[in-house]
């Protein structure tokens, strides 16, 4: 994918459990040791599909690690593409904040593509073969994506942000064309762009810990409690959620929602008002405890 943010449609699915997509709340109790407490507390960088071995994430990569291994890196975009505020990343066996800052903006073009797949059109027609390299990677995005049994009217859009040197070199924006051709096949076309201010982002990243060990040992001074004194209904609560996850399927949950205070009377590693996570001891084992509770808090 191009570095400078190649921008096609897409959708993006949310995928809930059945058991629990309408319950109130629940709590998952994961048993972890330091290496697992580690992992749950942090995050991985994305990595290339094994299937298709396609890369998404290559240049989400290439800003935490250079970040980690050269002190700092760059971005250019109208938006960090990396979210600082989140869990540490692991990098290389060690955990690592980011933080980031603008230093600078530069005016850029974006070129916006859309596609009919099943169109017809008798306006001119450039063939694939005589656009610049970045029109090509911005078609691409649109040519070689499935693409069957689509309806009247343009399908799918696409966009990448053009250099001036770009644009100027740019057959799609220099000649007003209806269609391209592609493998035999014409395919009507729309073609349109507009100035950006792109900012340049700068990244540092600070070492939280060198290996998991001691980072899991940093969670469990600042965040680990212990969960003890329990009811038999509190008590019921969480062994299911240690068996599997327990479901608050209601605001009436009495047990769910005295087990939700207890947690929450503590610091999270991470939480909004609609989840959290927590370390935490129950009879004598450590536990990396997940709850969700936006039921409770809207209420």
């Not at 699915?13 to 629940?26: K, Y």
């Not at 309806?151 to 057959?171: C, I, L, M, Q």
């Amino acid at each position: 994918m191009n570095a400078r943010a190649l921008l096609a449609l897409c959708a993006l699915a949310l995928l809930v459990s059945l058991g629990g997509c309408s319950a109130a709340g629940s709590l998952d109790m994961t048993a972890v040791n330091d290496t697992q407490l580690a992992e749950q507390a942090s995050r991985d960088l994305p990595r290339v599909d094994d299937e298709s071995g396609e890369d998404p994430g290559a240049d989400y990569r290439a800003v935490v690690q250079g970040a980690v291994r050269n002190g700092s890196a760059t971005q250019n975009g109208t938006s960090p593409m990396v979210d600082t505020e989140g869990l540490p990343f692991a990098v290389d066996g060690a955990y690592y904040d980011l933080s980031v800052e603008p230093v600078g903006n530069h005016s850029e073009l974006l070129v916006d593509v859309k596609i009919d797949y099943n169109g017809t059109t008798d306006g001119p027609a450039v063939a694939y073969e005589d656009l610049s390299p970045a029109d090509k990677a911005l078609l691409d995005t649109l040519l070689q994506a499935e693409h069957e049994d689509q309806g009247e009217g343009y399908d799918f859009g696409a966009g990448a942000r053009y250099t001036d040197a770009e644009a100027n070199a740019s057959v799609l924006l220099a000649g007003d064309y209806a269609a391209v051709r592609y493998r035999g096949e014409r395919y009507p076309i729309a073609v349109d762009s507009r100035p950006v201010t792109v900012t340049t982002y700068r990244y540092t990243a600070e070492q939280v810990a060198p290996n998991a060990e001691a980072y899991a040992q940093s969670l469990r001074e600042t965040y680990q409690f212990t969960l003890s004194g329990l009811s038999t209904e509190e008590r019921k609560v969480v062994d299911e959620a240690i068996r599997g996850t327990y479901y608050a399927e209601s605001t009436d949950d009495s047990a769910f929602q005295s087990v939700l205070q207890r947690f929450r009377s503590h610091d999270a590693v991470r939480s909004d008002e609609y989840s959290g996570s927590w370390v935490v001891r129950y009879d004598g084992d450590l536990y990396w405890a997940e709850l969700h509770y936006g039921g409770f808090t809207q209420t």
